[in-house]
Structures are given as structure tokens and as C-alpha cells.
């Protein structure tokens, strides 16, 4: 299930990657976008091909609408990808978890379109918030899977030092991991907030991992409110019910530790 979670070429609708209008598809992950003002979209590696081949065109039509146009003369017309501004994203995160500028579940439709730094910093300003928070750190971490998922397992190690990089804060592969598992629960619930306060991050999370997510969704739900039980041990339970999601997912990274040369202590190393 969580390998389906990707960007669809805007050609032929292939699992794709963000490439700027001309280039397409990008052969070196995590190359920022930053400070580009050309329209980024999402090509597969053969219409990335056919681009540069001019076997194709793409042209801006406006109202929110692109023609792709055929060399043998035959053209349809899609939807062009729309995605957050920078001010939006900030006007989110301000208002997040009061009164929401909009839904999370729309902010995830339109996240992976955005800048790699923006991704960043939305999710540097859930790591501010209590454990809500989480959630803005899931909408980044499934931004950043949809946009570079397709170059392998490493998406979620990269995505944690360009994090780390961008931020200076200290972030580990597993976190991004766990983070994109809460967003696969999450989306599994409508990106129900109240969701996420009563059932807790650990357990839907777990929730997130496994191969039949709603249902586990449904009893990590029932764990929580009628059982009384606490989230970590409702993820055992979960962990223990259901087929864990193997075959179509990416392995947990291997926890990786280092010695802090600022405290001594031994902590997760940011890869």
C-alpha cells in the first residue's frame, strides 16, 4: 500500500518524480527547488525522454489547466498540479490545530508540489508543537516520499538530512519512517484530528504499518476508547494482530547511534 503513495506522471500517470517544466523528471534525488520561478511537474522517466525528444509539449492554459500536446497532433487536456504557496504553508501552520486555513487532508493533495526547504520547515514547526505536531511532521514526511519514493528505500535516510541540513535540528531516518506511517493512518481516517488526539501518535502509527490499515485503524480506535488502553501498549497489540505490510513497503531503517561530542550520551544518529 505504501509504495502506491507516489506522484503520477502528468503524461501517461506512471509513478513519477518533480522535474521544472522542459527538464522533467529529475535523475539526482533531493536536488532543491529553491529559488527557481519555473513550474515544477511530475514526469515518469520515459515521457521525461519523450520531452526532451520533443515527442510532446506542455502548455499552460490557465484556470488551473494544462494541454499536453502530441507531435502526432492529438492533445488532452489535465489538471495542473497546485501547490502551496510558501505564505500558505505558514498561514497553516500558524492557525494548526485551532482554526485550520485548510484541512490537512487537502494540505496533503497539494504538499508534494512544493519546495524541499518548505517541506523542511513544515516539518521543523511540527517539531515545536506537542505531540499534534506530529501530524505537520507526517504531512512533510509523506511529501517527501511522494516526491523521491520512486529512487528506492533511501528516500526516508535522505529525507532526514536534508531535514537535519536545513534546519539544524537533529532528525534520525527511523523518525521520517514513523512519521510517514502516521500519515498512512492518517489518511486512512480522513486526516481526522480528533482522531489523532484521542488514539495517540504511537498507536496509529503502528496502525500505519501493517497491510489492512483501516481495520487496524478501527481496533487501535476501540484499544484506546473503550479498553482504556494506553497507545504504546495498543501498538503491541496492533503489532501482534496484523500482518505487518512487508512485501509492499520499505524495511525500518536500521537505528544507527553515535556519541554526542556535546554531552557524551549516546543518541540516534540523523542518516
Not at 500517470?13 to 523528471?25: C, D, F, M, Q, T
Not at 527547488?33 to 499552460?60: M, P, Q, V, Y
Not at 486526516?191 to 501493517?210: E, F, I, N, Q, T
Request: aromatic share 8%; charged share 25%.
Amino acid at each position: 500500500m505504501i509504495n502506491d503513495n507516489c506522484l503520477s506522471c502528468l503524461r501517461c500517470g506512471a509513478p513519477a518524480s518533480l522535474g521544472v517544466i522542459g527538464k522533467g523528471e529529475h535523475h539526482e534525488p533531493f536536488r532543491s527547488h529553491g529559488g527557481t520561478d519555473e513550474d515544477t511537474w511530475a514526469l515518469c522517466r520515459k515521457c521525461h525522454n519523450d520531452r526532451h525528444l520533443n515527442i510532446f509539449s506542455i502548455t499552460i492554459l490557465g484556470d488551473g489547466k494544462l494541454e499536453i500536446r502530441e507531435r502526432n497532433g492529438k492533445s488532452v487536456t489535465v489538471a495542473a498540479p497546485n501547490p502551496l504557496s510558501e505564505e500558505e504553508v505558514g498561514e497553516l501552520v500558524l492557525a494548526y490545530p485551532y482554526t485550520p486555513a485548510m484541512t490537512l487532508r487537502d494540505a496533503a493533495f497539494r504538499l508534494p508540489y512544493c519546495e524541499d526547504r518548505v517541506l523542511a520547515q513544515l516539518w521543523a514547526r511540527g517539531t515545536e508543537r506537542t505531540y499534534e505536531g506530529q501530524a505537520l511532521e507526517a504531512l512533510a514526511a509523506q511529501a517527501f516520499r511522494m516526491r523521491y519514493g520512486q529512487y528506492g528505500q533511501n528516500w526516508y535516510g535522505m529525507a532526514a538530512r536534508f531535514i537535519a541540513d536545513e534546519t539544524g535540528e537533529r532528525v534520525s531516518a527511523a523518525t521520517v519512517y514513523d512519521r510517514y506511517a502516521l500519515a498512512i493512518a492518517l489518511d486512512a481516517c480522513q486526516w481526522d484530528l480528533p482522531m489523532l488526539r484521542k488514539v495517540g501518535p504511537a498507536a496509529l502509527s503502528a496502525a500505519g504499518k501493517v497491510c489492512d490499515v483501516p481495520a487496524a485503524v478501527n481496533m487501535v480506535r476501540a484499544l484506546r476508547e473503550d479498553d482504556g488502553m494506553t497507545s504504546r501498549d495498543a501498538a503491541k497489540v496492533i503489532r501482534a494482530n496484523f500482518q505487518t505490510d512487508e512485501d509492499s513497503r520499505e524495511p525500518l531503517p536500521e537505528v544507527r547511534w553515535c556519541d554526542c561530542p556535546s554531552c557524551g550520551a549516546r543518541h540516534r544518529r540523523a542518516t
